[in-house]
Structures are given as structure tokens and as C-alpha cells.
């Protein structure tokens, strides 16, 4: 018998037959840009641990949407920055707040673009955290209100889809049903379904200025240890409504993405997080890693481990490179 019998290398002889027989693709349809939106006018803030991400005024979103439109990317998930923040979170839920008016100036100019919006309270509160603060802890129950309202917001508003990620327990099934009541039946819900108390959130949270004044999040976002844990909650914000699951982070979760496109029948989503985008960023700037190879290794990594939706700071280069 002739030695070896097989070789896989006939297949990786030539771009062409790669190809043919790759297996995981990248589409920018399937990308999200998320962005961050605050007051003022001509404003573009570049968000220092962010390079190319930037905090914007309503009139410059827009013109950011344009552009995401134009490289046919999936879609936007806006997150907005108050000038006001207080204990009830008020200006999550405000008809006028930045994000409400931000996607009321999208939908009027850009109006074909999917406008997904963060349902969180973070943003909003003088404390940074994501419920009501009743002594020094976050009130679940008490917190649902604000996000059912936040949420039916932003449907009235015009969004195509809200994204919880509070992580607070019955959340899903308290939005549906408040978005049903206010006949919004048609919007679907994005859950941050396995959310993780992450230390890769840090560069988002000097973008959002969202970082709690005391204390962190271990109480209501998963221990990065977890796994079975994951699918319970996943299992969970389907049974209450979810019409497509998240994970995140998503690099160094990818066992949890595999598992949850395993074991469940709805879309999977994955977000990668400032921070690994952040990582990606500085090596790259040291000149210790390839920034655009890295970009698509890391995307399509995720892709590969089964989330179809990646929501991502790379949208746009990414689309870029892929559109070449
Ligand atoms: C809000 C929220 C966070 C992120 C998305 N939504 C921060 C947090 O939970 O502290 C992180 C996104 C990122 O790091 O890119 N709750």
C-alpha cells in the first residue's frame, strides 16, 4: 500500500479548490455595527480604548447609518448616553430620549436600515447599574417595569428589534408582553441570553460611561465558569419569547455558542465585545499581529462555532475587505 493513503493537502493546493470547499463564510449581511449616541450636534468623539468608534451626535448617526447601508451591512444596535442620568433611570424610557429621537432621525432618512436597539438601564442610572437600586442591590422585579417601558419605546419610536441585556430573571416574557399590549406583536426579541460578568466590556464601558460607581455586576450576569448554566437561561428567554438568543462575549465563549446552535432551533447570535475588539486593535498597532487577517480569523471563528449574527466593531472593515 502506497504511503500516505490520504492527503488532505490535494484540497489546499490552490485558492480556487479552497474555495470550493470552505466551509464557513463571512457575509456582512449578517454583521451588526453597534453605536453610541449622545446629545449635541456635529459631534464625533473618538472613544480612546476604541480606535475608529466613536461617541455621536444624532445628525452625525445618521450619517453613519448611511454609510453602513451603502456597505451592506445587517444592521445598527444604537445605545444612547444621556446628558441626564438619575436613580429611576428616566431617560431609558423617556419618549424623547436621545435614543428614541436618534431612531425616529434614522428611520426618516435611512429608512431601510435594521435598527436594533440595547434595552438596558446601565446608560441611565446615576449608580451605572442596570436595575433599581433598593439597598444596595438590584431589584429585579422593580427593574422589569423600566424595561417593558424602555422597550415599548423604542418599538413606538420605530426600532425593527429591541435586545435586552440586563440579564435580570423574566425579562423577556415582561417585554413581549408589553410590546404585545401596545401592539407591537411584529417586533422580536434579541436576548442577551448567556451574558457573562465580563472583564472584556471595559473599553465599552468608557464609550457608554456606564461603569457601576460601586460594586460590579456578579449579581445578575453569569460566572465566566458556567457552562450548563448558559443553556438554562437560553432555555429560558425562549420559553418566555426570545426570537434569537445571544452569547457574550463571543472569542473566548465559543464552546457555549457551539452548544447553544446544538441544542436549540432558533438563530444564534454572538456580540464581540470591546474588549476583544480592543485586543485585536493594540496588537495589531504594536505591529505584533496583522490587523485585517486577525479581524476575519476572529469572525469567522465565531461563525464557524455556530453563531449566524455577530455583532461586531469590525462591521465595517470588515465589510469593506469582504466586499473586495
Ligand atoms: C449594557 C451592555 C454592556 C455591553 C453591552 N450592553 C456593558 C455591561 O454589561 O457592562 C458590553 C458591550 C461591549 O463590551 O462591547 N448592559
Request: charged content about 25%.
Amino acid at each position: 500500500m502506497p504511503f500516505p493513503i490520504h492527503r488532505p493537502r490535494r484540497l489546499r493546493s490552490s485558492e480556487p479548490v479552497r474555495a470550493l470547499v470552505r466551509e464557513t463564510w463571512l457575509n456582512p449581511k449578517q454583521l451588526i455595527l453597534p453605536l453610541f449616541v449622545v446629545e449635541g450636534e456635529g459631534v464625533r468623539r473618538e472613544i480612546g480604548s476604541m480606535p475608529g468608534n466613536f461617541q455621536m451626535s444624532i445628525d452625525e448617526t445618521v450619517k453613519e447609518c448611511a454609510e453602513v447601508r451603502s456597505l451592506g451591512i445587517g444592521g445598527v444596535i444604537l445605545f444612547g448616553i444621556p446628558n441626564k442620568k438619575d436613580e429611576f433611570a428616566s431617560e431609558a424610557y423617556n419618549r424623547n430620549g436621545i435614543v428614541q429621537r436618534a431612531i425616529r432621525a434614522i428611520k426618516e432618512h435611512v429608512p431601510d436600515l435594521l435598527v436594533i436597539t440595547d434595552v438596558c438601564n446601565c446608560e441611565y442610572t446615576s449608580h451605572g447599574h442596570c436595575g433599581k437600586v433598593v439597598k444596595n442591590e438590584v431589584d429585579n422585579d422593580a427593574t422589569l417595569e423600566w424595561l417593558s417601558a424602555t422597550a415599548v419605546s423604542h418599538a413606538r419610536a420605530g426600532a425593527d428589534m429591541v435586545a435586552p441585556s440586563d440579564m435580570m430573571d423574566g425579562r423577556v416574557k415582561a417585554i413581549r408582553e408589553a410590546l404585545d399590549e401596545e401592539n407591537f406583536s411584529r417586533v422580536p426579541i434579541l436576548a442577551y441570553a448567556a451574558k457573562y460578568a465580563s472583564v472584556f466590556y471595559g473599553p465599552f464601558r468608557e464609550a457608554a460611561e456606564s461603569a457601576p460607581r460601586f460594586g460590579d455586576r456578579r449579581s445578575y450576569q453569569m460566572d465566566p465558569a458556567n457552562a450548563r448554566e448558559a443553556m438554562r437561561e437560553i432555555a429560558l428567554d425562549i420559553e418566555e419569547g426570545a426570537d434569537i438568543i445571544m452569547v457574550k462575549p463571543a472569542g473566548p465563549y465559543l464552546d457555549i455558542i457551539h452548544e447553544a446552535r446544538q441544542r436549540f432551533d432558533v438563530p444564534v447570535a454572538a456580540y464581540q465585545v470591546s474588549g476583544e475588539f480592543a485586543m485585536i486593535e493594540a496588537a495589531a498597532r504594536n505591529g505584533w499581529l496583522d490587523h485585517d487577517r486577525a479581524m476575519l480569523e476572529s469572525l469567522v471563528s465565531i461563525r464557524r462555532a455556530g453563531a449566524e449574527i455577530i455583532l461586531t466593531y469590525f462591521a465595517k472593515p470588515a465589510a469593506r475587505l469582504l466586499s473586495k
